[in-house]
C-alpha cells in the first residue's frame, strides 16, 4: 500500500523557518514527481514546488520562489520543503502527493495541477503568528 507521511508543520513567527517532510512507503518509483501543495482556511488548495523523482530537478511556483526549497532523498525515500522567511500569509495545510506519471516541467511555467497525483498524504499544519 501506498503511504505518504507529512511532518514537520507547527507555529512559527513571522520570519521563522520550518522543514517539512514527506516519507514515502510502499512504492519505488522510477520515474514521475512528488509535489507540495498548501491550502490556506478559505482558498484553494495551490502547488508550490515540484521536484522529478528521475533527476531530483526542483521546480517552483512564483509563490515559492526564494524562500521555499524542495529536495530529496532518495536512500530514505524522503521529499523535503524548506520554508524560509514565513509570513503570517503562509498559514496553512501542506500537503505532499507523488504519482509516476506526472512531469514537472510538462507545461512550464505552471506546476502540475493537484488532480494530476494520485497519491496524498494527509497534510501538516504550519501557522505562522506573533
Known amino acids: 500500500e501506498v503511504q505518504l507521511q507529512a511532518s514537520g508543520g507547527g507555529l512559527v513567527q513571522p520570519g521563522g523557518s520550518l522543514r517539512l517532510a514527506c516519507a514515502a512507503s510502499?512504492?519505488?518509483?522510477?520515474?514521475?514527481?512528488i509535489g507540495w501543495f498548501r491550502q490556506a482556511p478559505g482558498k484553494e488548495r495551490e502547488g508550490l514546488a515540484c521536484i522529478s523523482v528521475l533527476d531530483e530537478v526542483p521546480y517552483y511556483a512564483n509563490a515559492a520562489k526564494g524562500r521555499f526549497r524542495i529536495s530529496s532523498d532518495n536512500a530514505e525515500n524522503t521529499v523535503y520543503l524548506q520554508l524560509d522567511s514565513l509570513k503570517p500569509d503562509d498559514t496553512a495545510v501542506y500537503y505532499c502527493?507523488?504519482?509516476?506519471?506526472?512531469?514537472?516541467?510538462?507545461?512550464?511555467?505552471?506546476?502540475?495541477?493537484?488532480?494530476?497525483?494520485?497519491?496524498w498524504g494527509q497534510g501538516t499544519l504550519v501557522t505562522v503568528s506573533s
Open positions: 502527493a507523488a504519482d509516476p506519471t506526472v512531469i514537472c516541467a510538462l507545461t512550464p511555467p505552471e506546476l502540475p495541477g493537484e488532480r494530476e497525483y494520485h497519491y
Open positions: 510502499g512504492f519505488t518509483f522510477d520515474d514521475g514527481a
